[in-house]
């Protein structure tokens, strides 16, 4: 399977970011995108990239309750400035062929490939298609080089009701994302490199139990039962103190299975976090055709704690796949984190 770089350098043509600050490229050259209502207009097509978003949908998701009188002339108004950006040499009183009018709704008309979102959807697919059939080096990499595409959080500079929930979203899926790398990188040996960067991690995501999860194993597997039993209390304190509630099974039995020497206790299966979750859906008004449904992805294999044959540690495995035994490979080790874990996390 062929994935798509992530580039850093823009091709000729349009291309858009949405993983940081909202921002476009028109043959290599960064555009002025314009005032923030103006970001916000162009993010919400951006999203809906290829169907119709309805005019009434577009100030709803932008201004929500607040009362905009001429909401109307100004959507309008910032759908003719970015078409004269993005289609500068277009004829006069024409509509160009990337932002255009359908009744009373409009489509921009760029492909998945021109927006790092898209790319990075694309890329995290891959490597769940890599992981379930086997190869985690390759679903590894791929993964990497998805979460180094992220500049900050997403949205960054643009807010409205409709973007506040994507951003919730984006920032869940990416979270999602770096577990899945975590997963991965522990499974090709990368326990001592993950601890510092899971220890960060636990501490700006106190209730995210697949963390201390990951935590855990990976000081077991580092020959440091102490500091694994001792995470695992420090997760139960924040749980039960701060929410009233217990440890779920997965950190129990992995807490279990250090206390009594059992390497292989399940770990529940955790489904990937579809790459549609929590798309809104798009109105289209009378004149506008209907918006395309989001696809899922395949779910993420399960995992199992299991013995190492080599070590006789316990180790995080994929079912259904072969454990890998090498220890530190080099794809584990530089990772997308190399410049700390805060900047895949926040």
């Not at 103190?241 to 299975?257: F, Q, T, V």
Request: glycine letters at 10%.
């Amino acid at each position: 399977m062929t994935t798509p770089l992530l580039p850093t350098t823009h091709p000729a043509g349009l291309s858009f970011e949405l993983l940081g600050e909202v921002r476009g490229w028109r043959d290599g050259i960064e555009l002025p995108l314009g005032a923030p209502r103006q970001r916000a207009l162009l993010a919400v097509l951006l999203l809906r990239a290829g169907s119709p978003v309805g005019r009434d949908h577009l100030i709803d998701g932008i201004w929500g309750d607040a009362t905009v009188a001429d909401g109307a002339n100004l959507v309008q108004a910032y759908v003719s400035k970015l078409r004269r950006l993005f289609e500068p040499d277009r004829a006069p009183r024409t509509t160009g062929g990337v932002l255009t009018r359908v009744g009373a709704s409009y489509r921009l008309s760029v492909g998945p490939h021109q927006c790092d979102l898209g790319r990075f959807e694309r890329s995290v697919a891959d490597a769940r298609a890599l992981r379930s059939a086997g190869q985690p080096e390759g679903a590894e990499r791929t993964l990497a080089a998805a979460l180094d595409s992220w500049s900050g959080p997403a949205l960054t500079g643009v807010s409205g009701p409709l973007l506040d929930v994507e951003r919730a979203r984006l920032a869940e899926l990416r979270l999602a994302v770096v577990e899945e790398h975590a997963e991965l990188a522990l499974q090709l040996g990368g326990h001592a490199w993950l601890v510092p960067h899971l220890l960060v991690l636990t501490t700006e995501h106190p209730y995210r139990e697949r963390l201390w999860a990951l935590l855990m194993v990976s000081l077991y597997r580092g020959s440091r039962q102490a500091d694994a039993l001792a995470a695992y209390q420090r997760a139960r304190h924040t749980l039960t103190e701060n929410l009233g509630l217990l440890p779920g099974p997965e950190l129990r039995s992995i807490e279990e299975a250090i206390l009594a020497g059992r390497p292989d206790p399940l770990v529940p299966a955790r489904p990937a976090v579809p790459l549609s979750l929590a798309r809104p859906v798009t109105p289209v008004e009378p004149g506008g055709d209907p918006a395309a449904p989001g696809q899922d992805v395949p779910a993420a294999p399960a995992a199992e704690l299991r013995t190492d044959p080599a070590a006789g540690r316990p180790h995080l495995a994929l079912v259904g796949t072969t454990p890998a035994t090498v220890p530190a490979p080099r794809a584990a080790a530089r990772g997308p984190w190399a410049d700390g874990p805060t900047r895949l996390a926040r």
